[in-house]
Each structure stands twice: as C-alpha cells, then as structure tokens.
C-alpha cells in the first residue's frame, strides 16, 4: 500500500521521522498518555530507539506495532514533505 512505511527513526519526546512508500515524509508525535497498556514500554527511551519496520509497519520487539495508515494521515495533515531526517528535526 502506500502507506507502508519504508524508513522510520527515532526521536526524543517520543517523536518519529517517517518515509512512506510513495515518498511522503514526516514526523509523528506520539504523546505520553496514549503510551499505556501494550504500549507502555515505549515510555522507556532505549526501548522506543529500538524502533524497525516490519512489513510496513513501525514496529518495536514483542510485537508492537502502530498504524501506518494512521501515522500517514498526520504526517499528510502536516501539509509538508522533507527529503531526509535532518531536514525534519533540525539536525546536522
């Protein structure tokens, strides 16, 4: 599809750099108190860098996974398209 999720990295304050398949790309805020039930872990920072694609998902070890369609409708929402993680937060 898509909205298969072809690049994913990490960020602080639970943010991530995403690159879909049609090359849409942007970043997502997960917020704090959403992380609960199956996906607190995520509230730990190591953990959350461990983040990988699995068959187009943003995925964590133990079987977390998020929504890549949903993740595509607010990077979409952003109105904005970057060519590379640096450029989405500032860095160098």
Same mark, same amino acid.
């Given at each position: 599809? +898509?909205? !298969?999720?072809?690049?994913?990295?990490?960020? %602080?304050? +639970?943010?991530? /750099?995403?690159?879909?398949?049609?090359?849409? $790309?942007?970043?997502?805020?997960?917020?704090?108190? !959403?992380?609960?039930?199956?996906?607190?872990?995520?509230?730990?920072?190591? /953990?959350?860098?461990?983040? /990988?694609?699995?068959?187009?998902?943003?995925?964590? %070890?133990?079987?977390? !996974?998020?929504? %890549? !369609? $949903?993740?595509?409708?607010?990077?979409?929402?952003?109105?904005?398209?970057?060519?590379?993680?640096?450029?989405? /937060?500032?860095?160098?």
């Amino acid at each position: 599809m +898509y909205w !298969d999720v072809v690049e994913v990295k990490a960020a %602080p304050e +639970y943010r991530l /750099f995403v690159r879909f398949k049609d090359g849409l $790309a942007g970043r997502v805020q997960l917020r704090r108190e !959403d992380l609960t039930g199956a996906l607190a872990p995520l509230l730990d920072a190591q /953990f959350f860098e461990q983040v /990988f694609i699995d068959c187009g998902a943003v995925a964590w %070890p133990g079987e977390i !996974d998020l929504a %890549p !369609d $949903a993740m595509y409708a607010q990077v979409a929402s952003q109105g904005r398209e970057r060519s590379s993680v640096g450029e989405i /937060f500032d860095w160098k």
